[in-house]
């Protein structure tokens, strides 16, 4: 028997959340949990790099899960869930970050101030000893400063390819850009955090 919509059937089997959303669809809350704790952190850890504030982090986050949970009946699989969840929490940090910043999104090639970047939760490998535990996390708090001083657009991009692990595609749909776009901007933004990774690891040397 052939499928009304190919197209949804197709990410549907592809996606490994779809069983756990037909429940909740189908009136069982408790699936929605599951789902909550796989992508918690990942959906923290884009909202932070975009935020680049705590607080905002975790209102965005919150935010977003509740509002995919309010409309999960209108997901429909043509694309799957998590790129779903990435696109809500995308727009819930635009539409703070517009209230807060609005020439951000005006012009997203602008470079921005650095501040002092935030760090993502990580659980802590309790394999590991102390030194490589404190090595890790000096490590996590460069790569977060030196992101935190990306260009909005490029920064963006490289949350959503490298961090999230989005494809091209989904990526560009997502940010409104072409593929092409994309896969420059991405490029231009390993550049950037590479120079900038360097010249922090320069300056620490310096100081030390």
């Not at 030196?146 to 991009?157: D, N």
Request: no cysteine; hydrophobic share 40%; aromatic share 4%.
């Amino acid at each position: 028997m052939s499928s009304s919509h190919p197209t949804a059937a197709a990410g549907a089997s592809a996606d490994p959340d779809l069983s756990l959303v037909r429940l909740v669809q189908a009136g069982d809350r408790d699936a929605f949990q599951p789902l909550v704790r796989r992508y918690e952190h990942a959906i923290y850890r884009m909202a932070l790099a975009i935020m680049r504030n705590d607080a905002d982090a975790e209102e965005i986050t919150q935010e977003t899960f509740l509002r995919a949970y309010q409309h999960l009946r209108q997901f429909r699989g043509e694309s799957r869930f998590s790129t779903w969840l990435t696109q809500i929490a995308i727009n819930a940090a635009r539409m703070r970050l517009r209230k807060s910043h609005a020439a951000m999104w005006e012009s997203l090639d602008e470079p921005r101030a650095q501040d002092e970047g935030q760090m993502a939760r990580e659980a802590v490998d309790t394999h590991d000893t102390p030194e490589q535990n404190l090595a890790r996390e000096e490590q996590r708090q460069r790569i977060a400063l030196a992101l935190s001083g990306l260009p909005a657009g490029y920064r963006l991009v490289l949350v959503l390819r490298d961090l999230q692990e989005l494809s091209t595609h989904d990526t560009a749909r997502i940010l409104k850009l072409s593929d092409a776009n994309v896969k420059t901007r991405l490029l231009r933004a390993r550049q950037m955090l590479r120079q900038r990774l360097t010249r922090l690891a320069t300056a620490e040397r310096g100081i030390g």
